[in-house]
């Protein structure tokens, strides 16, 4: 599949619509922006507080046994959430709940499960299917280098078939359990139809990574997936100081996750919900400043003779990708205000050698069919003069990378 290959009028549309974001597709009570400040927190102001308390507690007091036991057992049933009190950490936290809720809202579904890590999440969702007998997974690549790898490599007892997008419904067979896409794609950036691709599942769960374009840019729920996912730690947290993973999906898919995080134990710390909710409250805006960052480097870079090609999505985004003619380590190497780190999505900027690291776990042979060349680099633009961040990439490239 061909990655999406930056154009200047696409980037300047990019920048034009940056107004616009913030604004939801389909128009619910309140616009993005304030379901950002405000989702999970409506109860707030009874309380007599302004921030979200954050609750650490592991295990909570009752003294009704039978009544507590009878909540267990509706939970081990149904995997709805205990009414009353809570429980035990393991079947859920108020802190995390409350983060829960906002995503939901924000993404435009009935629920959202939050989990450690990105991987955890997307490891529940595979686990949900497994126990249906449902081992199939349809993806189509590229996915972040240890999705792919997840799959691939069967860990979870799933079998993955790998298509293009043309191939999705010729691909689905009786015990097809998923179809995985991540759109824009990481780390080429390339976009999917995510409504045609819905179309072609049928009736199996289409699965979208958001984790690039966040419910700021896309809802993927609006186009016919029925399961988000998110690597929290980046662009919801926005901050690097969290690791975290969230579905959003319907309820009935959100008890099973629930069941499946209960078992395995791949909870949320709740000082880590916290920081996720509070990270929610600015993501409009952060988003908005570090796309126009973003956009305007990538006008720079593609009339750069040092650079081959960039790679920039349509949707717009803080992220871009861009192909040198030098050694691409070499600018790793010559960089001084962007941080040579992996992952992505905070307020400063990120950049990394994606063959190297975050898809380094991927068959080479794979990796290149997916568009992800040796000379690839991946930015996460933040929040930095652009300036600077240009002077930091002009000096590394001119130094380094070789005119």
């Known amino acids: 599949m061909d990655s999406v290959v930056y154009d200047t009028q696409g980037a300047q549309d990019a920048q034009d619509d940056l107004s616009g974001i913030g604004q939801v597709i389909t128009a619910p009570a309140r616009a993005l922006a304030t379901e950002a400040v405000h989702a999970g927190r409506e109860d707030l102001a009874a309380l007599g507080l302004h921030a979200a308390p954050i609750d650490l507690s592991t295990t909570y007091p009752s003294y009704d046994s039978r009544g507590e036991a009878a909540r267990i057992d509706a939970f081990a049933a149904d995997g709805a959430e205990p009414e009353g009190p809570p429980v035990y950490a393991r079947l859920g936290n108020p802190t995390v709940a409350r983060f829960e809720t906002a995503l939901a809202r924000l993404e435009g579904t009935e629920s959202a499960v939050a989990f450690a890590s990105g991987m955890a999440a997307l490891s529940a969702v595979l686990l949900v299917r497994n126990a249906m007998g449902l081992r199939h997974v349809v993806a189509v690549r590229p996915l972040y280098g240890c999705s792919d790898h997840l799959l691939t490599a069967g860990l979870l007892g799933t079998e993955v078939t790998w298509?293009?997008?043309?191939?999705i419904a010729d691909a689905l067979r009786p015990d097809t359990g998923l179809v995985?896409?991540?759109?824009?794609?990481?780390?080429?950036?390339?976009?999917?139809?995510?409504?045609?691709?819905?179309?072609?599942?049928?009736?199996?769960?289409?699965?979208?990574?958001?984790?690039?374009?966040?419910?700021?840019?896309q809802r993927p729920v609006e186009q016919g997936a029925r399961l988000v996912l998110h690597?929290?730690?980046?662009?919801?947290?926005?901050?690097?100081?969290?690791?975290?993973?969230?579905?959003?999906?319907?309820?009935?898919?959100?008890?099973?996750?629930?069941?499946?995080?209960?078992?395995?134990?791949?909870?949320?710390?709740?000082?880590?919900?916290?920081?996720?909710?509070?990270?929610?409250?600015?993501?409009?805006?952060?988003?908005?400043?570090?796309?126009?960052?973003?956009?305007?480097?990538?006008?720079?870079?593609?009339?750069?003779?040092?650079?081959?090609?960039?790679?920039?999505?349509?949707?717009?985004?803080?992220?871009?990708?861009?192909?040198?003619?030098?050694?691409?380590?070499?600018?790793?190497?010559?960089?001084?205000?962007?941080?040579?780190?992996?992952?992505?999505?905070?307020?400063?900027?990120?950049?990394?050698?994606?063959?190297?690291?975050?898809?380094?776990?991927?068959?080479?042979?794979?990796?290149?069919?997916?568009?992800?060349?040796?000379?690839?680099?991946?930015?996460?633009?933040?929040?930095?003069?652009?300036?600077?961040?240009?002077?930091?990439?002009?000096?590394?490239?001119?130094?380094?990378?070789?005119?």
């Open 163 to 167: 298509v293009d997008p043309a191939g």
């Open 231 to 403: 690597s929290a730690t980046k662009y919801l947290g926005g901050h690097g100081d969290v690791m975290a993973g969230v579905v959003a999906c319907d309820e009935e898919f959100a008890r099973k996750l629930r069941q499946v995080r209960f078992a395995t134990g791949g909870v949320l710390h709740p000082l880590a919900g916290y920081l996720l909710l509070r990270g929610l409250s600015t993501l409009p805006v952060r988003v908005r400043a570090a796309s126009s960052n973003a956009a305007e480097l990538a006008r720079r870079l593609s009339d750069d003779p040092r650079v081959a090609r960039v790679h920039y999505p349509r949707i717009g985004g803080a992220m871009i990708a861009f192909e040198v003619h030098g050694d691409p380590h070499e600018v790793i190497a010559g960089v001084r205000l962007i941080t040579p780190a992996v992952s992505l999505g905070s307020v400063d900027s990120l950049i990394q050698h994606p063959a190297s690291i975050s898809h380094r776990i991927v068959p080479t042979a794979d990796r290149h069919d997916a568009g992800v060349s040796d000379r690839l680099l991946r930015m996460s633009v933040g929040l930095e003069d652009v300036e600077d961040l240009w002077s930091d990439l002009d000096s590394a490239l001119g130094l380094r990378a070789g005119a």
């Open 180 to 217: 995985m896409v991540e759109s824009p794609a990481n780390p080429t950036l390339a976009e999917l139809d995510l409504r045609a691709v819905a179309h072609a599942c049928g009736t199996v769960p289409l699965l979208a990574d958001n984790t690039f374009a966040t419910p700021v840019l």
